[in-house]
């Protein structure tokens, strides 16, 4: 206790010296300053002397403001101003201004903050349109990126249609060679392959951590998923029924409704945490996992 005591007094004497420092250093200062408006040479400032002081310093005052400040730095009462309340009255006002300097700081510190992350992500924004599509108007850009995204995906399947059955192939080579199911080397293998363009995509406008760049990766993941579960399903659907192939998929079918399910209802979370994020990778090995139990243990086909 007495320790702790000793060392505020150390902390008090110091600021007390501190505060002493500037206070000669301003009285100093402000000696040459007094004189000079001091015309009478009577060693005070009167109401005259200190309305042409005012004057001199840029500030239009009107006679009841010079009446007011003359009152707030006379603090004996006298007809005038002494040098010793002209410096407690200064040293109040450079107080009072650098307080307000600290209130304001931050608000302009976060301003300028938010505007150069504005400028950050119009900056990443832009650098999303093509280098040959920069000089381009808007509308034109946008006619532009439809019709590549069309030709793209276009080529895209045709890509898809003449390397799916090779590739079915060599996932049952591989299944058989391992002694697994091709059904599970798929399960794994095939997602892998077909989706990894979208994974790298949505991973390069994560890094970037901005808002903006964090939609567009959620929005790249959220256009995989509708893909493979509306225009690659109804391709499925449509060689089960037009080749009268026999269903053999519902435990797979039950397996991506919970997935599916699982992810819906992480998603309505308005927090998201890493934790839980590696909980959503983890649904991955877990739907094998349930395809394996609905298949062998609960006999669906």
Not at 234 to 257: D, H, P, R
Request: aromatic residues 8%; hydrophobic residues 45%.
């Amino acid at each position: 206790y007495q320790r702790r005591v000793h060392g505020r007094e150390k902390e008090s004497d110091s600021l007390l010296a501190e505060h002493h420092h500037d206070t000669v250093h301003l009285r100093n200062v402000l000696r040459p300053f007094f004189h000079h408006y001091d015309v009478a040479r009577d060693g005070v400032i009167s109401r005259t002397e200190l309305s042409m002081l005012t004057h001199d310093l840029g500030e239009t005052l009107t006679s009841e403001q010079v009446d007011l400040l003359f009152h707030d730095m006379n603090k004996d009462g006298s007809t005038t101003i002494n040098f010793d309340e002209f410096v407690e009255a200064i040293a109040t006002l450079l107080r009072h201004e650098h307080h307000c300097q600290d209130l304001e700081a931050p608000d302009a510190q976060k301003k300028s903050l938010a505007e150069q992350e504005e400028e950050e992500e119009d900056d990443e924004e832009d650098a999303e349109v093509p280098e040959d599509l920069a000089d381009l108007t808007p509308e034109t850009q946008q006619r532009r990126l439809l019709l590549r995204s069309a030709w793209m995906m276009g080529l895209g399947t045709l890509l898809v249609v003449l390397f799916a059955e090779p590739m079915v192939d060599i996932f049952t080579s591989i299944g058989t060679r391992l002694g697994i199911s091709p059904f599970y080397v798929s399960f794994v293998l095939a997602p892998l392959a077909s989706n990894a363009a979208e994974l790298l995509a949505s991973y390069n406008y994560a890094l970037k951590k901005t808002q903006k760049s964090i939609t567009v990766s959620l929005a790249t993941l959220l256009g995989s998923a509708v893909m493979n579960n509306t225009f690659c399903l109804s391709i499925f659907l449509g060689l089960v029924f037009f080749k009268g192939l026999t269903w053999q998929f519902t435990a797979e079918t039950i397996s991506i409704l919970v997935v599916e399910f699982a992810v819906f209802l992480n998603a309505l979370r308005t927090n998201h945490y890493t934790t839980l994020n590696f909980t959503v990778v983890l649904l991955y090995p877990a739907s094998i996992a349930l395809v394996a139990i609905l298949e062998n243990f609960v006999g669906l086909d």
